[in-house]
């Protein structure tokens, strides 16, 4: 079946701009997660979804970070007023449930901000 | 809070030779561990995980993990090494109801 996807594959942007970044999950996957990747640094929790909630927003760098999901489906990661230590590698996952063991991940969007 | 230590940042192997990359981790409850891959231009993909029962876990690839409770360590292993395997790997663990943390990764090279 499909896996997770992620759109747009790369986005390069000004700093100072808004971006929206996309993530479609595996369908039926009631938790999402997402993740940032930066050059040396792993990969850093920033919030998960239990369907529509996010109980844990505490990975969220800052306020220009946000996040939604709708639908128990679709979730859509902003960033607002970008800086250039945005610029990273940003990884969605799913689960079938928020206690399941195996995530299974997208293939990430590459943020450039210039 | 739980955290994951992979003390090395790259591991070099000669192709066929045993590999080992090694992951240490600290948690507070009894812990659930993960290993996944990473291929250049690709997202994360699952390897294998243990949760609880037998120390030797085996997994995708011909990879095993083992997991040492009093060294708190879950090191991968393969015994003969493919350039196919070279790839960032990643090391992570869970506490109950909290997310994933990973370690920083670790690159494998395979040199034919």
């Known amino acids: 079946g499909a896996g997770v996807s992620q759109s747009p594959s790369n986005k390069v942007t000004e700093k100072g701009k808004d971006v929206e970044l996309r993530c479609d999950p595996i369908?039926?996957?009631?938790?999402l997660y997402w993740y940032r990747q930066s050059l040396g640094q792993g990969l850093e929790f920033l919030i998960y979804f239990q369907g529509n909630s996010a109980p844990d927003k505490s990975g969220l760098p800052s306020d220009r970070f946000s996040a939604e999901r709708t639908g128990g489906s679709v979730s859509t990661l902003t960033i607002q007023r970008t800086q250039q230590e945005d610029s990273a590698v940003y990884l969605c996952?799913?689960?079938?449930?928020?206690?399941?063991?195996?995530?299974?991940f997208g293939p990430g969007t590459r943020l450039t901000v210039t | 809070a739980q955290s994951v230590a992979q003390p090395e940042d790259q591991v070099n192997v000669a192709e066929g030779n045993p590999l080992t990359v090694k992951c240490t981790y600290s948690?507070?409850?009894?812990?659930?561990l993960f290993w996944y891959v990473q291929y250049p231009n690709r997202g994360l993909q699952f390897l294998l995980k243990y949760i609880t029962g037998d120390n030797l876990v085996k997994g995708s690839y011909g990879f095993e993990a083992e997991f040492n409770k009093s060294q708190t360590s879950f090191h991968l292993k393969k015994p003969s090494a493919l350039v196919s395997d070279s790839a960032l790997y990643f090391c992570?663990?869970?506490?109950?109801?909290?997310?994933?943390?990973f370690g920083k990764g670790t690159r494998l090279s395979v040199i034919a």
């Open positions: 948690v507070s409850g009894n812990p659930y």
């Open positions: 992570a663990v869970r506490d109950g109801n909290t997310p994933l943390v």
């Open positions: 369908s039926g996957h009631t938790a």
């Open positions: 996952a799913s689960s079938l449930r928020q206690l399941s063991y195996e995530q299974y």
